[in-house]
């Protein structure tokens, strides 16, 4: 536990500047408080720091465990471990938030992507089934066609028959003719 209190201690100091944990220190809302980003969509409220002098050296980060009425070595952020404990609870919670948020907006979009495959799904049956129908009702109308065509076939007279009915009525009528004339000729 004292490593990861340590860990964390040292990822804060990274986060913020001049931080170093102190005695009977807790955080309380204030106008003046500045927020600190940790991560995406991440902060964390911290008290405002004072202006370092321009007298004192920039001593960059720093860990500095303290005793209780002990002189700071430098300008900061004193925080007792009450409220580190409480800012890792934010952070852990945060996370958990996020982690809770990110699984909601999965489960939304996989509901989503499912009622559209769903959509989909129906849009290309019933689209089938409209295409089967109008290929069905293509060949009904196909088969209809090809009926009247044959029907038609049949109705219509024979060339041949018709040539040997013209041929016999011409001939026929050439030998009346003909008659006629010789009769009439003869009288």
């Known amino acids: 536990m004292k490593s990861k209190l340590i860990n964390f201690i040292i990822a804060l100091s990274i986060v913020t500047s001049s931080v170093c944990p102190a005695q009977n220190y807790h ?19 911290f008290p405002q720091v004072p202006d370092v002098p321009q007298s004192e050296p920039d001593i960059g980060e720093a860990i500095s465990p303290m005793k209780r009425w002990q002189k700071a070595p430098f300008t900061g952020l004193l925080l007792s471990p009450g409220a580190i404990a409480s800012i890792m609870y934010d952070l852990q919670s945060k996370e958990d938030l996020i982690a809770i948020e990110v699984k909601k907006e999965t489960n939304r979009l996989k509901l989503l992507h499912n009622h559209e495959l769903s959509v989909f799904r ?17 060949k ?9 065509i044959k029907k038609e076939r049949e ?19 050439t030998t009346l003719t003909a008659a006629i004339i010789a009769s009439v000729s003869s009288k």
Do not use: F, M
């Not at 408080?33 to 940790?38: D, L």
């Not at 129906?122 to 293509?138: A, P, V």
């Open 27 to 45: 955080l309380s809302p204030d106008p003046d408080e500045v927020e600190v980003p940790v991560g995406p969509k991440t902060t964390l409220t």
């Open 122 to 138: 129906i849009r290309n049956e019933s689209d089938k089934k409209i295409d089967k129908l109008r290929i069905e009702e293509q």
């Open 140 to 148: 009904k109308e196909i088969e209809k066609l090809d009926l009247q």
């Open 155 to 173: 109705s219509r007279p024979d060339p041949l028959v018709w040539a040997s009915i013209g041929a016999g009525a011409g001939v026929i009528l």
